[in-house]
């Protein structure tokens, strides 16, 4: 089906921030009607190549040529004009307009200059219909979580070629970790869009550090590693192990050894315990006792209530009914400080609102809860500061290992790693982790995850929350089962229980 | 919906906000509780003085003709803070127009109708370079529009350093015409200020521009990786102030009918409050000129009612009108936070 000519062509690009050259050389190439992954550790580069590519960056070397004529994109509104259509990985919409507004802004019907409300909702509603989703459009943006968010994203991108607009219809799509907070409905309605655009004869660039959907939609890949472009490959012709190899230069530890080791190992007495916990709205009022040492994984489809519990437990909610005991002694729970006093970490999933600084440094951010455990009157001395930081950024991995790099100039899964270094530094007694691993590439995920394992093996509890079952079942002693804002079952890992048994207990809300 | 989602989807519940939450969340809330205020403050106006004549309808229609060059000059404020900026230009381009407007007609003898354009050419003009200025060389509004309020009060002394007293036939004539409306009557700077409230509007929720203005305030790198052109929008917004601007000037020329180089010294921070107290988020994005309407008739009923209590002195005003803004940016801030979870 590919044509022979690419529709889009980028050779030699170079791109340099200071002290950082994010792309040296990078040649792209891009036909019409295929999907195209472009892979990559976290920090490889694909953001910014999307980003130069897009004009939000200007280039520091190398041509781009759209259908056989070089071409200068200076602004992301030229890009649209050229038919590029974008979903940046960081939600890129404004909260305080609609839904309608944010998937038509810029190109809202009008008559003679005025602008059609009517119509642009019917067809708002159209097109969020097409992607399966049940929402009201008149509703601001804010009212909805991250992933419908992500989702209106998508609608707009695609939209933007449909309607009369400056562009001559959407040529290339460029889609950077739009899964990454989907769950499996929505990715698969995602698909099934993407597919249907590319029959048409859109270009499609996607990118996801889920290697599994890369293999299902895919049918070519470009591969970066810092900067440098490692090759291209028909996706059939390149398995995963291969794959990984390419991206992080060196083949992957095994997984295995994790699941059996947590099976067997022992947990201690109980750390917290939570009786009639609930909050109208929020969640159905639940019991949970977490032990010590003991990981605790919550399974559930999004919206089951799954960052609801874990709000609840951490105080970032109040609870209308039912109290929390740590470590034997009852706590109010009325504030976060409440719960950080009483040995409580969570790391939240949503890290550009709620978590990370952007304008702070690296090691200020990650120094940040821990300053703020200590209270702000006793500063921590220097030297053990920065011993901390350093230690945290080598377990993690953080690049580039430079304590002074600002936040907001890291790439999206160095700044998951920032996050989550915050937390762990304040050796909690119990850390809460949503969605810790989204956004982390192949390498850097297994390494969170041995270091859940290890945490616990020195006794820390942690309430683990993730979409992809694989990784709740690998990580937990037990599995909570969430549906419908209720808390349905509580389930005792061992070597009988799969995915498909979970799923079952999802769909049915009970555990046979 | 496909046959994989016959397993539990997220209730719909779950994906749409509650009534409850809709309604703190509403942006018009704010609007209605300003609109409350005013007609409680009215409506004790009324049972305090109704001996004095409070309740005639004229009384309630000074109140436009009396703020009419504060409500056009709190409509460019809305724009601007909207946007997400600020003006400190306001009082200074007000002050500058009335001298340039009296100066002309009065010492250079030009006709009023050429007076006009010129006027609000050389107020748009001012706003137009502010934001070209904070747009280009990304420098902070603040800055930027605070040395246009010294630049601006600066030239008023350029021209000349006592007040011009209008004298012009023309402009006695516009300033005593009345439009009647049964019951009493509107001078013409009430009418105008009304008719740029209603285009305002109008730009504001019916054009592209003026939904790009939302945006640009809701998150302005959002604006700019959506494609919208938001420098562009930027300019624009800070040219609508100053053509605001030097229109209220010409309205309070007309009010006054002098010119003088203090003329309107402040007024900035009269319209900024006329906004806030109006439900517009100082930090942009939400708000509406309906709201700025109902800022500046409150402001405008805290002066009459003091000037109906007789032995107040018009310091009460400034000492209200502060006591009104705490309270208007604690409603905001509670509204913010409420949002956010
Ligand atoms: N605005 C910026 N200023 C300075 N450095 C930057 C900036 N943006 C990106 N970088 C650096 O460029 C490199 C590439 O980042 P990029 O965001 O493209 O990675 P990525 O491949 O998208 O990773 P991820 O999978 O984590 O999203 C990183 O080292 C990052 O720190
Ligand atoms: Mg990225």
């Known amino acids: 089906m590919a044509e022979p000519r690419p529709v889009l062509e980028m050779t030699g690009i170079v791109k340099e921030f200071p002290g950082v050259r994010a792309l040296s050389g990078v040649d792209f190439r891009l036909f019409p009607g295929e999907i195209h992954a472009l892979m990559g550790e976290n920090g490889a580069g694909k953001s910014t190549l999307i980003k130069v590519l897009t004009g939000v960056y200007s280039l520091d070397g190398g041509t781009v040529t759209l259908d056989g004529k070089s071409v200068r994109i200076a602004s992301p509104l030229q890009a649209q004009q050229a038919g590029i259509s974008t979903v940046y990985q960081e939600v890129n919409l404004c909260p305080n307009l609609s839904v309608a507004e944010n998937i038509f802004i810029g190109r809202e019907p009008t008559r003679f200059g005025r602008i059609q409300w009517k119509q642009m909702r019917k067809e708002a509603a159209e097109l969020v219909d097409r992607l399966g989703l049940d929402i009201d459009v008149t509703a601001p943006l804010s009212s909805y979580p991250l992933a419908v968010q992500q989702l209106v994203a998508i609608v707009r991108s695609v939209g933007t070629g449909d309607s009369d607009g400056a562009g001559a219809g959407t040529k290339v799509l460029v889609l950077d970790e739009p899964t990454s907070s989907l769950d499996r409905d929505e990715v698969l309605e995602l698909f099934r869009l993407m597919r249907q655009l590319r029959d048409e004869g859109v270009a499609i660039l996607f990118v996801s550090h889920f290697l599994d959907q890369i293999y299902e939609i895919c049918d070519r890949m470009t591969v970066l590693r810092n900067g440098a472009l490692v090759g291209e490959h028909m996706v059939s012709d390149l398995d995963q192990v291969g794959l990984i190899q390419l991206m992080i230069g060196k083949a992957m530890d095994q997984l295995e050894g994790l699941h059996e080791h947590q099976l067997h190992a022992e947990v201690g007495e109980p750390l917290v315990r939570a009786d009639g916990l609930g909050r109208k709205g929020g969640i159905d009022p639940f019991d949970l006792e977490v032990n010590k040492g003991e990981v605790v994984g919550l399974a559930g489809l999004l919206g089951s209530g799954r960052t609801e519990l874990a709000r609840l437990l951490f105080g970032a909610d109040q609870p209308d009914s039912g109290k929390v005991t740590i470590d034997g002694k009852q706590v109010s729970m009325s504030a976060p400080n409440d719960a950080i006093g009483a040995g409580v970490a969570f790391c939240s999933e949503n890290r550009k609102t709620e978590g990370l600084v952007p304008d702070l440094t690296v090691r200020e951010n990650i120094i940040l809860a821990l300053q703020a455990a200590r209270g702000w009157t006793r500063p921590i001395p220097a030297a053990q500061r920065d011993e901390l930081v350093a230690k945290y950024i080598k377990a993690l991995d953080i690049r580039p290992a430079n304590p002074e790099a600002r936040v907001g100039q890291l790439s999206g899964g160095n700044q998951q790693k920032v996050l989550l270094a915050r937390w762990l530094i304040t050796q909690p007694k119990l850390l809460i982790l949503d969605e810790p691993t989204r956004g982390i590439d192949v390498g850097a995920k297994a390494e969170i995850q041995k270091l859940v394992v290890s945490l616990s093996e020195e006794g820390m509890s942690v309430l683990y929350i993730a979409a992809e079952l694989e990784e709740v079942l690998r990580l937990s ?23 498909t048994r979970i799923l079952e207990t999802i769909a049915s809300g009970e555990h046979q | 919906m496909s046959t994989a989602t016959q397993t539990p989807t997220a209730t719909d519940s779950g994906r749409t906000p509650s009534r409850a939450t809709r309604l703190l969340g509403d942006r018009r809330l704010p609007v209605l509780v300003t609109a409350t205020l005013f007609l409680v403050m009215y409506a004790a106006g009324l049972s305090r003085y109704a001996n004095y004549g409070f309740g005639e309808p004229q009384v309630f229609l000074n109140l436009f003709i009396d703020n009419g060059y504060l409500l056009v000059a709190a409509v460019g404020a809305t724009f601007v803070i909207l946007s997400g900026g600020i003006d400190l230009s ?59 309020l010294f630049l601006f009060r600066g030239l008023c002394l350029v021209i000349s350093k006592e007040s011009i007293s209008i004298g012009d036939s023309t402009v006695s004539s516009m300033a005593q015409a009345q439009a009647s409306l049964g019951v009493g009557f509107l001078s013409v700077g009430a009418i105008v200020s ?17 939904r790009r203005v939302y945006a640009i305030g809701g998150n302005e790198q959002s604006a700019l990786l959506m494609g919208l052109p938001q420098g562009g929008t930027k300019i624009a917004v800070y040219t609508v102030s100053g053509f605001c601007s030097a229109l209220a000037g010409l309205l309070f020329t007309l009010y006054i009918q002098s010119g003088d180089p203090l003329h309107a010294t402040g007024m900035e921070l009269d319209a900024i409050a ?63 936070t409420r949002k956010k979870t």
Not at chain 2, 91 to 110: C, D, N, P, R, Y
């Open chain 1, 477 to 499: 002693h037990t599995i909570g089962v969430l549906r419908d804002r209720k808390l349905v079952a509580r389930i005792a890992n061992g070597p009988e229980i799969t995915p």
């Open chain 2, 90 to 148: 306001v009082g200074s381009v007000i002050g500058f127009t009335t001298m340039l407007t009296a100066w002309l007609v009065e010492k250079q003898g030009l006709p009023v109708l050429v007076v006009i354009p010129i006027a609000l050419g050389v107020g748009a003009f001012g706003g137009f370079l502010m934001g070209y200025v904070i747009h280009n060389f990304e420098i902070q509004p603040f800055i930027v529009t605070l040395a246009g």
């Open chain 2, 194 to 210: 009304l008719v740029v409230l209603a285009v305002a509007f109008y730009v504001l929720h019916y054009t592209r521009f003026g």
């Open chain 2, 274 to 336: 006329a906004v806030v107290i109006g439900g517009t988020l100082l930090t942009g994005g939400s708000g509406y000129v309906l709201g700025t309407l109902f800022g500046v008739l409150v402001l405008g009923l805290i002066k009459s009612i003091i000037q109906f209590e007789g032995t107040l002195s018009s310091w009460w005003t400034k000492i209200a009108t502060g006591v009104l803004l705490c309270a208007f940016i604690l409603i905001q801030r509670a509204m913010t």
